[in-house]
C-alpha cells in the first residue's frame, strides 16, 4: 500500500516507463554479474523444445536410434545396450533408458563451446552418428558451431569407399576361432596417381576379447561367462592377411556389401562414437560377429541383421543373415591361403613332376630335370616356391633355413622365361563358401526298428556345427565340429513306453586332412559324449580320441578314405567296476559325396573292449546315406550293427529312417 501511496501522483504511463527502464538495468546487471545465465537458459530453452517435439514423434522407440545404441533385446523383454563403457552414455540410466539418452543427448548437443576446455569431449564431436540421424527427424535449431578437430582429422585419414565382410575359415589350434572368425575391411578410396588400388593397404576392422589368462581351462570358461572385455581395433588389412592366410593356412572369404556413400558416412560415424567402447565378451552370443552386424545395423535404418540371432551366433551363419538381408547381394571372392596355393599347383603336376618335387625337398637342393621341358619345369619349381612360402609364413617370420635354396629356385625359375598365371581362387570350391552351408543347429525325428522286432521313435537336437553326413557344401570336407548334442529315444516294448538319453555330445572333433607327402598332415578325432551300451542299461559317458590318415580319390566321385588308431575310456556310473571300460581299436571310414544332394558314409571300428573285468572283441558298423536336395531339410537312412564277442555273441541291429531340420 505505501508503494501505491508514494507513488500515486505518477500517471500510470510514467510508472509503466519507469518499469521497463527497472527491468532494462536488472537486466544489464545479470548480463554483467552472471554472464552464462542467459546462454544456459537459452540452451536449456531450446533443449527442451527438441525434447518435447522428439518425444511427441516417439523417436525414442526408433529401431534406428536403438541401433546406434547398440541396444538388444533380453530373454524377458527388456532392452538393453551391449556397451558397457559408461561414458558412452550420457544419462545415467541410458544404457536401459532410450528415451533418457535421447533426452540427456539433445539437452548436450546445446551446451555452449565456451563450457568445454577440450572441444573433442563436446557431444557434437563424440557422437556424431546421433547428431546425424537426429537432425533428419528434428528442427536442430540454433545448435552451437562446435568444431571437432580429433574427429576431422580422423575422417580425413579414414577415407573409405567399400566395406567388406571376411570370413576366415575354422582354425582348430585356437578354442575362439573353432568356428571361424568374421572382420571387416574397409576398401580405401584410391589415391594413387595412376588409379591403382593397393588392397592389402586397405584397413581391417575387427572386433575380439582380449584375454586375461593363458590358462586353457580358464580361458574357455572366461569366454563362456563373459569374463574377458571385447574391443574394436583398426589395423592395416596387410596384418590380419598375415595373420590367417599366411600364419593359420585360413581361407578369407571377402563379402562386398552394396552401401552407399551415406551408408559408410554412417558406418564411420557410429564407429568413432563405439570405436573406443569395451563390451563383455561372451564366445557363444556377444562375439566378434554379432557386434559387427549391430555395428552394420547402426549404418542403415532399413536392415536388422542383429535381430536375427537372439542366443546363440555362429559367424558362418551371420555370413548367410547379411546375404539374405542385403539387397542387392553381395559379390564375393575368396583369398586363398598359402597353403590352398600350394595345394591348387600339385593337383595338375604329373606323378613325374610329384616325385622331382619330393626329392629336391629331400635334398634341400634342386636336382637335374633330366628329360623335363621348360613348360614341364615351370609349375613344379612354382610349387617349391609355394612350398617354401608355407613353410617360412606358418611360422611367423623367414628363417635362413631356405634362403640359399629360395635363391637357387628363384634363378633357375628366372631362366624359364615361361610366365605362370594360376587361377588359385578357381582351384577353390566356390560350394565350400560359407553363405551356402546348412544352419548350424538342427533338430531331428527318427523311426526306426531294433533287432527286427522292437520299434522306437529317437529326437534330436544338436547346438552346433556340422557333420559329415550333413553334405559338403559351404563346409568342406575336412573338417567335422559338434558342440551340443542330444539324442532323446522312445522304446515300445509291448504295452510299455520308455524315455531315455540314447546319446549325447558335449564335443566333437574330426579332422581329415588329404595326406600329401611333403606336407605329412595327420588326421585325428576327439569325442566327449555319451552312448547307451546296446547290451545293457546303461548310458556309458565316454572320452575318445585316434590318430590317422586321410585320403582323397576324386576321380570316383568326391571319395574320401581315412583311417585312425583309437583309445577310449567309459565311465558307466558308480554301480559298476572301478575301470568301467576301456578300448583299443581300429577305425576305419569313408564318405562321399556322389552329387550336392546325394551323400553317404560309413564307419567300421574294431577292437578289444575291457568290460566287466575281461577283454571282449567288439565291433561296431555303420552306414548312412542322406539326400539334401530340400532346403534346410534332409532324408536319410542309417544302419547299424554292434558286435560283442562274449559266449553268447551279443548282436545289436538297427535300422532307421530319419529326417533333419538346419536353422
Known amino acids: ?84 563403457s559408461p561414458n558412452f552414455f550420457l544419462a545415467g540410466n541410458g544404457k536401459i533408458s532410450s528415451a533418457e539418452e535421447m533426452k540427456a543427448t539433445i539437452y548436450a548437443f546445446y551446451q555452449e563451446a565456451k563450457n568445454f576446455s577440450d572441444l573433442n569431449e563436446h557431444a557434437q564431436c563424440r557422437f556424431p552418428a546421433r547428431l546425424k540421424w537426429l537432425g533428419t527427424k528434428l528442427n536442430l535449431k540454433d545448435l552451437p558451431k562446435i568444431s571437432c578437430p580429433d574427429y576431422e582429422q580422423w575422417r580425413q585419414e579414414v577415407i573409405v569407399k567399400d566395406i567388406s565382410v571376411v570370413f576366415a575359415s575354422n582354425y582348430l589350434n585356437n578354442p575362439a576361432s573353432l568356428f571361424g572368425h568374421t572382420f571387416l575391411r574397409l576398401h580405401k578410396k584410391k589415391r594413387d596417381s595412376a588409379n591403382q588400388e593397393y588392397p592389402l593397404l586397405d584397413y581391417a576392422l575387427n572386433f575380439a576379447a582380449n584375454p586375461t589368462t593363458q590358462n586353457p581351462f580358464l ?79 547402426a549404418s542403415r535404418s532399413d536392415i536388422h541383421l542383429a535381430e536375427e540371432f537372439s542366443t546363440f551366433v555362429i559367424p558362418s551363419d551371420t555370413i548367410k543373415s547379411v546375404i539374405r538381408s542385403l539387397s542387392p547381394q553381395p559379390d564375393f571372392k575368396v583369398r586363398p591361403s598359402t597353403l590352398t596355393k600350394f595345394q591348387s599347383i600339385l593337383t595338375h603336376l604329373t606323378q613325374k613332376q610329384r616325385s622331382w618335387l619330393n626329392k629336391a625337398v629331400s635334398l634341400g637342393k634342386l636336382p637335374d630335370f633330366q628329360s623335363f621341358q621348360k613348360s614341364e619345369q615351370a609349375p613344379v619349381l612354382d610349387a617349391l616356391l609355394e612350398w617354401l612360402d608355407f ?59 531294433r533287432n527286427w522286432k522292437r520299434s522306437y521313435l529317437d529326437m534330436g537336437w544338436r547346438f552346433s556345427l556340422h557333420e559329415f553326413s550333413d553334405g559338403f557344401t559351404g563346409y568342406g570336407d575336412d573338417l567335422e565340429i559338434v558342440m551340443g548334442a542330444i539324442n532323446i529315444r522312445a522304446n515300445r516294448n509291448k504295452s510299455k513306453l520308455t524315455l531315455n538319453i540314447q546319446n549325447y555330445t558335449l564335443f566333437s572333433v574330426m579332422s581329415l586332412p588329404e595326406y600329401d607327402a611333403l606336407l605329412k598332415s595327420p588326421s585325428w578325432h576327439f ?85 566287466n573285468e575281461t577283454w571282449h572283441k567288439f565291433m561296431s558298423l555303420e552306414s548312412s546315406i542322406q539326400y539334401l536336395g530340400f532346403s534346410n531339410w534332409s532324408l536319410g537312412v542309417k544302419i547299424g550293427a554292434n558286435y560283442l564277442y562274449t559266449d553268447e555273441h551279443l548282436w545289436d541291429k538297427n535300422l532307421s529312417l530319419i529326417t533333419s531340420h538346419f536353422m
Open 391 to 449: 613353410k617360412e609364413k606358418a611360422r611367423g617370420d623367414k628363417t635362413s633355413e631356405f634362403s640359399e635354396f629360395r635363391n637357387q629356385i628363384l634363378k633357375s625359375r628366372a631362366s624359364l622365361g615361361v610366365t605362370s598365371n594360376y587361377d588359385y581362387q578357381g582351384q577353390i570350391n566356390s560350394a565350400y563358401g560359407p553363405h551356402l552351408g546348412h544352419g548350424g543347429q538342427k533338430v531331428s525325428v527318427g523311426l526306426g526298428v
Open 219 to 297: 580361458y574357455s570358461l572366461y569366454g563362456l561367462i563373459g569374463k574377458f572385455k571385447g574391443t574394436f581395433s583398426l589395423m592395416p588389412y596387410y596384418i590380419k592377411v598375415q595373420e590367417y592366410n599366411n600364419v593359420e593356412s585360413r581361407n578369407l572369404w571377402e563379402y562386398l556389401l552394396p552401401f552407399s556413400e551415406d551408408d559408410i558416412d554412417s558406418f564411420l560415424s557410429s564407429l568413432w562414437e563405439v570405436g573406443n567402447q569395451t563390451m563383455d565378451y561372451y564366445y557363444f552370443d556377444e562375439n566378434c560377429s554379432y557386434i559387427l552386424l549391430m555395428l552394420l545395423d
Open 527 to 611: 569325442h566327449i559324449e555319451g552312448n547307451r551300451d546296446p547290451f545293457s542299461t546303461f548310458l556309458e559317458h565316454e572320452a575318445t580320441g585316434g590318430v590317422g590318415l586321410s585320403f582323397k580319390f576324386s576321380s570316383l566321385a568326391h571319395l574320401k578314405f581315412y583311417g585312425f588308431v583309437d583309445m577310449g575310456l567309459g565311465y558307466l556310473g558308480p554301480d559298476n567296476k572301478e575301470l568301467n571300460s576301456a578300448f583299443i581299436a581300429g577305425h576305419l571310414g569313408a564318405h562321399v559325396a556322389v552329387n550336392k544332394k546325394l551323400m553317404s558314409q560309413w564307419d567300421i571300428i574294431g577292437g578289444n573292449k575291457y568290460f
Open 1 to 84: 500500500m505505501r508503494f501505491l501511496n508514494k507513488y500515486s501522483h505518477i500517471s500510470f504511463s510514467k510508472f509503466y516507463l519507469y518499469e521497463k527502464l527497472s527491468i532494462i538495468c536488472f537486466t544489464w546487471v545479470v548480463f554483467a554479474c552472471f554472464p552464462s545465465f542467459v546462454p544456459l537458459y537459452a540452451r536449456d530453452s531450446l533443449g527442451e523444445s527438441i525434447w518435447t517435439q522428439a518425444k511427441s514423434k516417439v523417436l525414442h522407440e526408433n529401431k534406428y536410434w536403438k541401433s546406434i545404441l547398440f541396444y538388444e533385446k533380453k530373454w524377458l523383454g527388456t532392452e538393453e545396450s551391449v556397451v558397457d
